[in-house]
């Protein structure tokens, strides 16, 4: 007895497997080594997409990213004005004043999300070298082009990048930011580099497509004011021939008809799994409304001023998005206060989850391309017949009265007419910020409206603190922070 | 009748009285045959103060004979002759001799020994002398722990021990408790002491605490101790300093708790049957806006709001007693011990009930235990603690971590001229109202809202021990802790605010522990010279798997939560996970005195967990001790019964709370692409193979005291406690592609002393008053924080107010970090020359400083304001008997401690405006009549999210509780069965003296997490009267 404990003893303190009982044991998650091994399983190609949906994950579980896209610049320029719940303190108020601090969290997401995509965008680039299949060749465009978006949505918010080459890793945290050119080559290059990777046929929704690639050119070349550069990456959009104008043009943001053949490149948004639904339709329906299905209401709501609903043309089709009185759920109508319009652009999803609804991002749409090739070739030749049948094309799909050439007799005129029409087509959708810094507008509209926090270091966000604290190579935050 | 007994349809306490009056006529019928008999030459009964002394020894001096006392003190002591000398002792008395004489009854009534300094204590892997004793063990034994409606274990500490800061940062049935050692000496790691259940470490996870569908969070979910009965427990040891933690290693930097159940004991069968019943109702409800002073405040600030309502339907609400209610409160427990020399039991079986004062919820105890011991041969024992229990918690949503949510909470903002019911008797859930629209009427959680947690555990540990020599004993010991929870939610339509759809969700976890542990001791007394050695090797493993299904979208609630496939397959959705942790141990101790005057102690641990990184598997954890038995030298006045110091230093360690924090980890996910579901991995954090546990170095300066034959004992401690390599996550740059991995990093120091004082003020023959004081400050103070961002953590949220929380060196953990008021503007024109907080600012709005003096009001600004660590806590009891009539009064508080008082900050910056709020805020807001009001106009909504919280809100949450009150009664029984019979009044959380003006100055809703304390929407204070008995034969 008393030899056979002390053998016990021995064995357990001397053992070697007391050793590995050390080790953790995963269950349900993967290891690093477990994801190389499925990747000698499934094949690179197999694996490249996978990583490739991580990145467009990133993207997407951003839980808001629609909020950080859409919402905080349509608040900035008063497109919108948030009210109620806890949304209107947190989250639309330091947008309407000018008043985030450092780490707002949601502009923090926006830097964290979108390099995450880009190191999962790194890890195809990494393991697809060869182009010899059309399967590759598509997967190694659409992360080219992929990363170009995220540099180009990053490069919008922060100015001077990152440009990160690899994927993710604690030792390479000592990378400086590149210059403006170095940092609008590579925006360039990757989606210059995506479009011709990718072929014609793609899809329009999730996955990158060659439209998709070619439309955020052309919106990056506007924004520089590149405008032959900004115009025939436009007309390039055009003779792909895939997309044109949705007749109906409130059925292109709706649920119902997802997919319309205007849109060159979307996130989509599924109701059936948690990470990927959005609160996008369910934020902007005002108090009370009849709801549709198991969509859900929730305490915040959007509002747009009257004088902007006001300012359509009679006919505008646009205008029908933006009702004062709405059916409530007692068979009555309710009304909003005066001085506001519901937000109904987006509407409800029947099919959503409460609050959590499928409601898709649509990042760009072929009006956009036509309207941003008016405007570059007003830049470049003055008023011409080319832009005023651009803008009609938007226009009469509306039922809004045409435009002449006869009215315009400067740029400038043009110019202002092209801002406005921009106004009214893509209220909402996240573009008018960049429209009024690229006129230089932003922040003078928002002191007009008495917005006094308003200054022209605002035109940027604050990177997060953690890149400043922990990144040897980046000292200080963009000016004004 | 036993289908009766069982069916789940009845009532609780139907329920509870007809299993009561059953046990009672079993155990009656049992103690009739425990009557004595039989022909004697000397009887007679041994008593202590006036209570039958079961088990005392009678034995004849200076001849190898002796007796034990019965049930009910009585003994017979046999051929003895009228020189024979009696000697009558027992466990905590002081023995009296007597001589036979011609007597041939003898009855005796015993003198409790007040001198404790002999008791027997237990500490890790063994047990002590107190007097021998060289680390900080504070010892409480069963009849000192709190009384009343205690359902766990550590409500019966609250207050009773120096340098242990009890809070129930809930007060649901069932709610969470958060526990303190020492302070508070991590960040990120857990904070929470290791519990050693008689000698098995136990794993206290939360089970059921994780988030579900369409409830938050309850991060003051079940406490996992409240499936242990207080009514098993004989004694808990508390170990604070290295000396006697390090012995626990890696998981003993927080305090060890060790608590020992009750055994049986060499005698006949005592049966004790406690019983108790009380009611709770709300301490206090909170002072809010009554109708119609809701109607003028709304009027004023906020016209045609009541306008807009059609007069006939103004109603007359008072949501708060809506949802509120009277609860009963019950606990039954009956054991039975005994035994002889080679074998004792103790069995006992309990019920507890106690009902929430908030309709709908409640929390339910079933459990039984058998402790057994047995003397094989004169080498061989064995050990068996078994316990079972089934935990049956109805909870509400209340203090769940969000806002807008919970019936307490919606009823203290809810609009007062809201009719709750329609005139069909349904809820009111009227989405047109404009109120109704936007927050959900109370009564919905109530009836719209099913939760219901059941939790079995079994524990039990078994031990052999075979002495291999005289002095060398061998313990091999085996111990299991599995707990089995499920938890049932059921959300009708009329719960959530504007969806039409039921939610059903069934989440079971199993967590299962195991532990093999075998040691050796050694002890051996020499001249001059004693030694106790022990050491031994421990193996530990902790499992953890759970399954989750949800389903929405059902069309009936009938057929829902048991039929869940029933649902929209669409949004149905199943989840599982199982993790795997393993510690292996090797640990190590010398004790020693050299002419019982110089103690020694050193201690070793090395620890491996499989949490640690794959460079840092081991741990080692020494520690010294060393005390000096002043009283035994000749200069040290006689009047000293005790004068000890004792000195120790060590190490202990406090392992990642989580699993696998230390290794790069994926996880497959599924996402839409094209309409086509592709499976992707996501990175969950990059690997740090360093990663290890956080480091406690600690120094401990005790003296032991006691004087004038121990009237009056005491202890003096001072602690530091120096902690670094503190657990982070993050230091990676977003640039990175990942922000997420851990690493140690940091430092941050808790220090205090402690003051334990009981004294016998009087100690006539029928007259006792006796007072036990406990008295402890604490410091705490982040000093490094290396490596993280901005060398601060910021943190806050629940409420609109920013990162109102800073961690940062020179500050204490959690601080308040707001803007700072300045009053109420009372001119425009004051509002334009000074950087304001809002665009929109009027004439009685709040004025804040711009204290960096930048011109504008923006983050440097922000000012700490207070702490939520108390400076300084006390316990005070003083007992009082009088024949057989006592008095206890019970009272603590705590002292320096401030508490962002959430509700005061929405009663200034509501949601909306309608909501209803403190009447002390309106009642001081500020109008042209009233300009030196404290608060401003509540007029208009502010824009700047920012200064919602502010330091109006940061209140000082020192407060003095008269804790419990309890009057008793020894019934003199004459009878033949009853041993003792006690009965007892009882009133508890009598009385808050505090300045606090929200509804419970320990709240968080957070339940431990420091980094974000906050009181709102807390689950309201109960008092508790009640009436109890105690019965044994």
Known sequence: MRKYILFILILCLFSSSCEDLLEEETFGELREDEVDRLIEEAGVVGVGFSFLASGYASNRLLDRAFAAYIHAPSLMTGEVDGSGGTWEFSVSNPFEEYSWDLDQFMIN????????????????????????????????????????????????????????????????????????????????????????????????????????????????????????????????????????????FGSIFKQTSEGSQEILWGIPYQVNNANEATILGALTLPPGILLQGGQGNLPAHLRVPADFVESFADGDVRQNEYPREYPNGSGGTSTLPDGFHACLKYGQDPGANGAAGGIDHIVVRYADILLMRAEALNELNGPNQESIDLINQVRTRSNAPELSLSNFSSTEQLRDAILQERAWEFHFEGLRRRDLIRHGKLVSDALARGKANAEDFRLLFPLPSAEIDNNPSVNENNPGY | MKSQMFNHKKKPMQKYIKMFYILSLIFCSICNSYVAEGQITVTGKVTGEGEALLGATISVEGENKGVVADVNGSYRVESLTPESILVFSFVGFVSQTVKVGNQTVIDIDLEPDLETLGEVIVVGYGTIQRSDLTGAVSSIKSEDLNVGAIQSVQQSLQGRIAGVQISQTSAEPGGGLNIRVRGSGSINGGTQPLYVIDGVPINNANLLGSQSAGIPQDNNASNPLASISPDDIASIEVLKDASATAIYGARGANGVVMITTKRGFEGKGKISIDHYTGVQSVL??????????????????????????????????????????????????????????????????????????????????????????NKI??????????????????????????????????????????????????????????????????????????????????????????????????????????????????????????????????????????????????????????????????????????????????????????????????????????????????????????????????????????????????????????????????????????????????????????????????RLRELTLDSAEVIFPEQIRLANPDLQWETTNQLNIGIDFAVFKTRLMGTIEYYHKNTQNLLFQGRLPGSSGTTNSWFNSGRLVNSGFELTLSTINVDKSD??????????????????LDGISGNRIRTGGGISGGNFILTEPGLPIGSYYVFETDGVYQSQEEIDNTPHADANDTVGSLKFKDNNENGRLDDGDRVVAGNPLPDFTFGIRNSFKYKGVSLDIFIDGQFGAELANANLARSIYPQQPTRNRFAFVVDDRWTPENTGATYPSLVGAPRNANVVLNDLAIEDASFVRIQSIRLGYR?????????????????????????????????????????????????????????GFNITF
């Not at chain 2, 050695?533 to 499992?543: A, K």
């Not at chain 2, 959380?989 to 420091?1010: D, I, R, S």
């Open chain 1, 109 to 248: 997401q926006v830097y964290n999300r979108q390099y995450a995509a880009i190191s999962n965008c790194n890890r195809v680039t990494d393991l697809i070298t060869v182009t010899s299949d059309s399967l590759s060749t598509t997967i190694l465009g659409q992360a080219h082009a992929l990363r170009g978006y995220s540099y180009w949505m990053l490069y919008d918010y922060f100015g001077r990048l990152i440009i990160s080459e690899s994927r993710p890793n604690a030792n390479i945290i000592d990378q400086s930011r590149a210059t403006l050119e170095e940092t609008q080559a590579q925006i360039e290059s990757d989606l210059r580099i995506g479009a011709d990777l990718i072929p014609e046929a793609s899809s329009r929704l999730g996955v990158m497509s060659k439209g998709g690639a070619l439309g955020i050119l052309t919106r990056f070349y506007l924004n520089e004011k590149r405008w032959a550069d900004a115009a025939n990456t436009a007309l390039e959009v055009m003779d792909l021939g895939a997309f044109s104008l949705d007749n109906d």
């Open chain 2, 284 to 373: 206090e409800q909170p002072d809010i806006l009554t109708t119609q002073e809701y109607i003028d405040f709304q009027n004023a600030v906020n016209p045609g709001y009541i306008a807009g309502k059609n007069t006939e339907e103004i109603g007359d609400t008072d949501w708060l007693d809506l949802v509120t209610r009277d609860a009963v409160v019950t606990n039954t427990n009956v054991s039975f011990s005994g035994g002889n020399e080679s074998s004792k039991y103790f069995i006992s079986g309990g019920y507890f009930l106690q009902e929430g004062i908030i309709e709908n919820t409640s929390s339910e105890r079933y459990s039984f235990r058998i402790n057994l011991d």
């Open chain 2, 377 to 666: 041969n004169e080498r061989v024992r064995t050990n068996l603690s078994l316990t079972t229990s089934l935990l049956v918690n109805n909870p509400a949503t209340e203090g769940a971590g969000q806002d807008d949510r919970g019936p307490f909470s919606n009823a203290f903002q809810f609009d007062p001229t809201i009719n709750p019911r329609n005139a069909d008797g349904t809820i009111n859930v009227d989405q047109n109202d404009p109120f109704l629209g936007d927050f959900l009427n109370p009564l919905a959680f109530i009836e719209g809202q099913d939760i219901n947690a059941n939790t079995n555990r079994t524990f039990g540990a078994f031990d052999v021990s075979y002495d291999i020599f005289r002095n060398l004993t061998a313990k091999a010991k085996i111990g299991i802790d599995r707990q089995f929870g499920r938890r049932e939610i059921l959300i009708d339509s009329i719960a959530l605010l504007n969806v039409n759809n039921i939610i059903a969700q069934i989440f079971e976890q199993e967590r299962t522990s195991t532990l093999l542990e075998i040691t050796l001791n050694y002890n051996k007394s020499f001249k001059n010279f004693n030694l106790d050695l022990v050491g031994g090797t421990t193996f530990e493993e902790f499992n953890v798997r759970d399954v989750t299904a949800k389903g929405e979208g059902f069309v009936t609630l009938d057929q829902s939560l048991y039929a869940i496939g029933a649902g929209d397959d669409e949004l149905s959705n199943l989840g599982s996970s199982r993790q795997t942790s393993r510690l292996f141990s090797n640990f190590f101790r010398a004790q020693s005195s050299i002419k019982d005057k110089i103690l020694v102690t050193g201690s070793l641990r090395v620890d491996g967990s499989s949490r640690f990184g794959r460079n840092n598997k081991y741990g080692f954890f020494p520690s010294g001790a060393v005390g000096y038995k002043l009283h035994e030298e000749s200069f040290i006045p006689k009047f000293f019964d005790q004068f000890k110091v004792r000195a120790s230093y060590g190490v202990s360690g406090n392992q990642p709370n989580l699993n696998y924090l230390s290794l790069d980890l994926y």
């Open chain 2, 767 to 784: 007259f006792v008053w006796t007072t036990d004081l406990q008295f402890t400050t604490l410091h705490n103070e982040v000093k490094e």
């Open chain 2, 971 to 1027: 019934i003199p029984v004459k009878s033949n069965t009853i041993g003792s019979l006690n009965v007892y009044l009882l009133g508890q959380n009598l009385l808050y003296f505090t300045e606090y003006t929200g509804l419970n100055p320990e709240a968080n809703v957070n339940g431990g997490n420091q980094l974000n304390v906050l009181d709102i929407n807390p689950y309201p204070l109960a008092r508790t009267f009640m009436a």
